[in-house]
């Protein structure tokens, strides 16, 4: 069972920065899709970032020049440094994973928080 486990989530003050990781239990080069989702109260969950196998990234409109997305194969994790926080930002946060065998996996989230 492959499982992805989210962490740094918190509260932040707006136009600070946090950095969110993703742990999986398995080497992450058996992913060929990494990536962010979120999903604000009320709100259906998005794409936030995505970043293949190669490390090429692909963004929301919303966090363009914001947000970074990362994958370390040798510590098995992704990473999404989010900077210029704003409360339109507010949501939990879900790490996911598309294997090579085309299973996708999903984390539990991680809430973040933005205050005015």
């Known amino acids: 069972q492959v499982q992805l486990v989210e962490s740094g989530g918190g509260l932040v003050q707006a136009g600070g920065s946090l950095r969110l990781s993703c742990a999986a239990s398995?080497?992450?080069?058996?992913?060929?899709?990494m990536g962010w989702y979120r999903q604000a109260p009320g709100k259906q969950r998005e794409l936030v970032a995505v970043?293949?196998?190669?490390?090429?990234?692909n963004y929301a409109d919303s966090v363009k020049g914001r947000f970074t997305i990362s994958r370390d194969f040798a510590k098995n994790s992704a990473y999404l440094q989010m900077n210029s926080l704003k409360p339109d930002d507010i949501a939990t946060y879900y790490c996911?994973?598309?294997?090579?065998?085309?299973?996708?996996?999903w984390g539990k989230g991680t809430l973040v928080t933005v205050s005015s």
């Open positions: 398995e080497n992450i080069f058996m992913f060929n899709t």
């Open positions: 970043i293949s196998r190669g490390g090429s990234p």
């Open positions: 996911y994973g598309e294997r090579i065998n085309g299973v996708e996996y």
